[in-house]
């Protein structure tokens, strides 16, 4: 990632969207379980007030880590055209001439086959560059070497 405010796409909005509302549910579970520090129960009652004291404090993280993507997205606008960045298409040409279009992202979803998220070998090498360079990488079957064709926008926030 750039350090920048990074664009996100559409897909990859709603599957935070839907992790946020899932988080909110299961927090106002747990908030609803705590006693508030009575001190009434024996040790293992308090033991599991701890726990879930420590699960409410990791739920607070995650939903704000959450939003405040969410609220990065919204300040970022689309993705460039000009180099490779979170929301971005890219098409590359290999060694063999086969081409291939990936969208750069950062959330791995399940049912779309052409994502490449930012952290994989491909995504790390692939952000920032601009068409017509070449990336190298290390893939399933070996290194791999690929030619960017072409980048375009995607779908962004």
Known sequence: MTGAPEPISDAGRTALERELAELRTERDAVVATLRGGDG?????????ELQRADR???LDGRIAGI???LR??????????????VGSTVTLRFADADEMTVRIGELAEELDPDLVTADSPLGRVLLGCRAGETVEYEAPAGRTTAFVVSIGGGAAA
């Open 40 to 48: 009434v129960g024996d040790p293992a009652d308090q033991a599991d």
């Open 67 to 69: 939003e405040g993507r």
């Open 56 to 58: 409410l404090d990791l």
């Open 72 to 85: 990065e997205a919204a300040v970022a606008g689309a993705p460039s055209t000009e180099s490779v960045g």
